[in-house]
């Protein structure tokens, strides 16, 4: 599958290239998910990235904002050729367990329309840079072991404000995000939100009692193997079995 940067949150005025390949996992990449599953979803996120990027090198150039989308569609392209699934839930209105399908073209990337620069923390003005998919996996590296327990959203964030070239502890940049009070949270908040926020949730409808639904789109395809087999099924033409009893 190729996509072009247009197409993604940055809608590509965030540097990287014109397009990407986003190429589906194969099967010993999806087993080794299965029986080696990540132990937090920082170590998870990272492993997505790094088999985009092993589909395309090109895509370490790509903004970290596009990163959620690209994920995504990576997983939706495992899925099936047709890149569409039933979501299996119960419905938050009636109670029963209901199916709904999800198309890719349900899910669409927010497009960016400003990013911040500067704001001010601990009483001085600190410079917010979007970083690559390449630098924010250099930030990961510098992370300490415990890291596993801070959070994927908080650890993006501190990534923001992270000086790539001069690269100090990463401890002062944590420090910094985490001691804001008052209106340095709503600044951090409205930052985290023009500079990370990739997709909008799906909206769905229950068929039973006709209730709106919310779906995380990332949540949805969180347990890709199961997806995948529950999405193509036996192909009588393509598969001799026998029976031996």
Not at 45 to 65: E, F, M, Q, T, W
Not at 142 to 154: E, Q, R
Request: hydrophobic residues 40%; contains cysteine; glycine residues 4%.
């Amino acid at each position: 599958m190729i996509i072009k940067s247009t197409e993604l949150p940055s809608g590509g005025l965030c540097g990287g290239l014109s397009s990407y390949e986003i190429k589906p996992l194969t099967f010993i990449e999806l087993f080794h998910q299965k029986t080696n599953p990540e132990v937090s979803d920082i170590r998870a996120y990272v492993r997505d990235l790094r088999i985009l990027i092993k589909g395309d090198d090109n895509i370490k150039s790509a903004p970290l904002v596009d990163a959620d989308y690209l994920i995504f569609l990576m997983k939706m392209v495992t899925i099936n050729e047709a890149m569409r699934f039933k979501h299996r839930m119960t419905c938050p209105h009636c109670h029963e367990e209901i199916r709904l399908n999800i198309d890719s073209v349900d899910v669409k990337p927010v497009q960016l329309t400003k990013v911040v620069t500067e704001i001010e923390l601990g009483g001085m003005m600190k410079p917010v840079k979007m970083p690559t998919i390449e630098e924010f996996l250099m930030f990961f590296e510098k992370l300490p072991p415990y890291s596993d327990d801070w959070g994927l959203d908080l650890v993006k964030i501190y990534s923001l404000f992270y000086n790539y070239q001069v690269l100090p502890p990463v401890g002062l940049v944590k420090n910094m995000v985490d001691e804001a009070i008052h209106e340095e949270i709503t600044h951090l908040m409205i930052t985290e939100n023009y500079m990370l926020n990739s997709f909008e949730s799906v909206t769905k409808e229950c068929p039973n009692c006709k209730g709106g639904i919310t779906i995380d789109p990332i949540a949805s395809v969180a347990n890709l193997f199961r997806l995948v087999l529950r999405s193509n099924e036996l192909n009588p033409n393509k598969i001799r079995i026998k029976q031996i009893r």
